[in-house]
C-alpha cells in the first residue's frame, strides 16, 4: 500500500520506518532493565558500612561518644578558654584556607592576613612560638600540644643534631588529634632513635609542604623527606593555594627567608593572638548554636528510592572516589610540577624524597570505587615518572587487614586512630632499613 500526492510520486507507509525505531525503544528498555537490575544488585550486595542518607555523621559520632565514659564534650572555643587559664595555652595559627575560614569572624583574619600581604610583610606558616596549644577532641581527650622554636609541633631538642627524618602534609602529617609522641613523628623518635621533625600543617596542600622544604629543609638538610598525600582533600587544597602567594614557592629564587626572621615571625603571631582572643566570645557563641547536634529529618525512605531511580549505588561504583569535590579543575600538571620541585630541591643537598600516599574514610565505607582505583593508579604514575619513591598506605592497612573505617577515631570520617599511625611509622622504618 502507498499514499499518493501528487500524479506519480508515491511515499513509503511510515510503517516501514517503525521496525527501526521499535529496535531503538526495545534496546533502551533492555539498558534500563540492565541499569536498575545492576542497581539493585549493588544496593543489595554492596552495603556501606555506614549510609549517611540513614544517619548524619553528626549522629553517628552521638551515637559513638555516648558509649564511651568521660568522653570530653566540649565545644572546641569553650574548652580552649577553659584549658587556656590552667595549662597557658595559645591559639593556633595554621596557613589554611580552611583553617582560618573555620577560626575566623567578620573576615576579621582574612584581612589582616591581605594587609600583611599587601605591605609585603612575611607570613608564617604556623604557629605559635615555643608554646603550647590544645588538641581537638577527635578521639575523646584533648592533648596538649608543644610547639618548637620555629612554630612547629617539636621538641627543641630535635634540632641540636643532625635530622633525619622531615614529615610534611597536612594533618595527618601533624599527627591530629594526638599530642607530641603519638603522632607519626613522636614513634619515630621514640621506636627507632631517629632524629624526626615534624612540620606537618592541618589544613594544607602540596604547595605549603614546597614552601617549607625552601624555607626550613634547605637549612636543615635532613637525609629523608617523606611528603604525606591525603587523597581527601589534599589536590582540592592545592586548587586554593594556588591562588595564593604560595605559587610563588615555584619560583627556583622565591623565599620569605622565615629562619631568619624570627623577630617578624613572632610579631605577626602575637597580633594573630590578640585578635583571636577579641573574636573568641563571639566564636563561643557562634559554636553553641552550630554544635548542637541535629536529628537528621529527610525522609529516608524516600531518600533511598530517589537514589535508586537516580541510580547512585552504580555511579558510586563509577564515579565517586575518596577526594573532596573542588568546583576548580585538578591541575595534574600543576601537581606534577609541585612534586618535581620539591624532588629537586631535595636532591640538591642529597636527601633522599618518597611519596607516602594515605588512604580516606570514603575508600572503605565505599568498599567498592573504580573511581579511587584510577585515582591511586594517576597519583602514582605521576609520583614515579618522576623517579620519586612511592610509599602505599592502603597496601599497607590491607596486609594488616585494617582497611576498614575503624581504622579512623570512632569509625567516622577523620583521623587515624593510634594503631594506624603507628603502623605508617613501622613502614617508614622498614622502608629505610631497606
Known amino acids: 500500500m502507498y499514499f499518493i500526492n501528487a500524479p506519480g510520486n508515491?511515499?513509503?507507509?511510515?510503517?516501514?520506518?517503525?521496525?527501526?525505531?521499535k529496535k531503538f525503544l526495545i534496546f533502551f528498555f533492555y539498558l534500563i532493565i540492565i541499569a536498575?537490575?545492576?542497581?539493585?544488585?549493588?544496593?543489595?550486595?554492596?552495603?556501606?558500612?555506614?549510609?549517611?542518607?540513614?544517619?548524619?555523621?553528626?549522629e553517628l559520632r552521638e551515637e559513638k561518644i555516648k558509649k564511651i565514659t568521660n568522653f570530653d564534650r566540649r565545644d572546641n572555643?569553650?574548652?580552649?578558654?577553659?584549658?587556656?587559664?590552667?595549662?597557658?595555652?595559645?591559639?593556633?595559627?595554621r596557613l589554611a584556607e580552611w583553617n582560618i575560614a573555620r577560626e575566623d569572624y567578620n573576615n576579621e583574619i582574612k584581612n589582616f592576613?591581605?594587609?600583611?600581604?599587601?605591605?609585603?610583610?612575611?607570613?608564617?606558616?604556623?604557629?605559635?612560638?615555643?608554646?603550647?596549644?590544645?588538641?581537638?577532641?577527635?578521639?575523646?581527650?584533648?592533648?596538649?600540644?608543644?610547639?618548637d622554636k620555629f612554630g612547629y609541633k617539636n621538641p627543641n631538642e630535635v634540632y641540636e643534631k643532625k635530622i633525619d627524618i622531615m614529615i610534611l602534609g597536612d594533618s595527618f602529617a601533624e599527627g591530629v588529634p594526638?599530642?607530641?609522641?603519638?603522632?607519626?613523628?613522636?614513634?619515630?623518635?621514640?621506636?627507632?632513635?631517629?632524629?624526626?621533625?615534624?612540620?606537618?600543617?592541618?589544613?594544607?596542600?602540596?604547595l605549603i609542604s614546597l614552601a617549607i622544604i625552601k624555607e626550613y629543609g634547605k637549612k636543615f638538610v635532613p637525609k629523608n623527606v617523606f611528603y604525606l598525600f591525603y587523597e581527601g582533600n589534599d589536590l582540592k587544597d592545592m586548587m586554593d593555594e594556588k591562588d595564593t602567594f604560595l605559587i610563588n614557592y615555584l619560583d627556583k629564587n622565591f623565599t620569605q627567608n622565615l629562619i631568619n626572621s624570627q623577630k617578624d615571625v613572632e610579631n605577626f603571631l602575637n597580633e594573630y593572638e590578640k585578635l583571636f582572643n577579641s573574636i573568641l566570645p563571639n566564636k563561643i557563641k557562634e559554636e553553641k548554636l552550630k554544635n548542637n547536634v541535629q536529628?537528621?529529618?529527610?525522609?529516608?525512605f524516600k531518600e533511598k528510592i530517589k537514589d535508586f531511580l537516580e541510580l547512585k549505588s552504580v555511579k558510586d561504583i563509577i564515579f565517586i572516589s575518596?577526594?573532596?569535590?573542588?568546583?576548580?579543575?585538578?591541575n595534574y600538571s600543576l601537581f606534577e610540577k609541585i612534586l618535581k620541585t620539591m624532588n629537586l630541591e631535595i636532591n640538591e643537598w642529597g636527601g633522599n624524597f618518597y611519596f607516602v600516599y594515605l588512604p580516606a574514610w570514603t575508600r572503605y565505607n565505599n568498599q567498592y570505587s573504580l573511581a579511587n582505583i584510577t585515582l591511586k593508579n594517576k597519583i602514582k604514575k605521576i609520583v614515579l615518572k618522576n623517579n620519586i619513591q612511592f610509599i602505599d598506605i592502603d597496601s599497607v592497612f590491607k596486609d594488616f587487614k585494617v582497611n576498614n573505617v575503624d581504622i579512623y577515631n570512632l569509625s567516622i570520617y577523620g583521623h587515624y586512630t593510634k594503631y594506624g599511625y603507628n603502623l605508617i611509622a613501622d613502614k617508614l622504618i622498614k622502608t629505610l632499613s631497606n
Not at 603519638?182 to 621533625?197: C, F, P, Q
Open 178 to 206: 594526638f599530642d607530641n609522641e603519638n603522632d607519626i613523628t613522636g614513634i619515630l623518635r621514640k621506636s627507632a632513635n631517629y632524629n624526626s621533625i615534624n612540620y606537618g600543617i592541618s589544613g594544607t596542600g602540596p
Open 36 to 58: 536498575y537490575s545492576l542497581e539493585l544488585l549493588t544496593t543489595l550486595t554492596l552495603k556501606k558500612q555506614f549510609n549517611l542518607i540513614d544517619k548524619s555523621m553528626n
Open 295 to 300: 536529628l537528621n529529618q529527610n525522609n529516608t
Open 77 to 93: 572555643y569553650a574548652a580552649f578558654l577553659e584549658e587556656k587559664k590552667k595549662n597557658n595555652l595559645y591559639p593556633s595559627f
Open 322 to 330: 575518596s577526594t573532596f569535590d573542588t568546583p576548580k579543575k585538578v
Open 10 to 21: 508515491r511515499i513509503p507507509p511510515l510503517s516501514i520506518k517503525m521496525p527501526y525505531f
Open 113 to 147: 592576613i591581605k594587609n600583611k600581604l599587601r605591605n609585603n610583610e612575611i607570613i608564617p606558616f604556623r604557629g605559635p612560638i615555643n608554646k603550647k596549644t590544645l588538641g581537638s577532641n577527635e578521639a575523646g581527650v584533648r592533648e596538649i600540644i608543644i610547639n
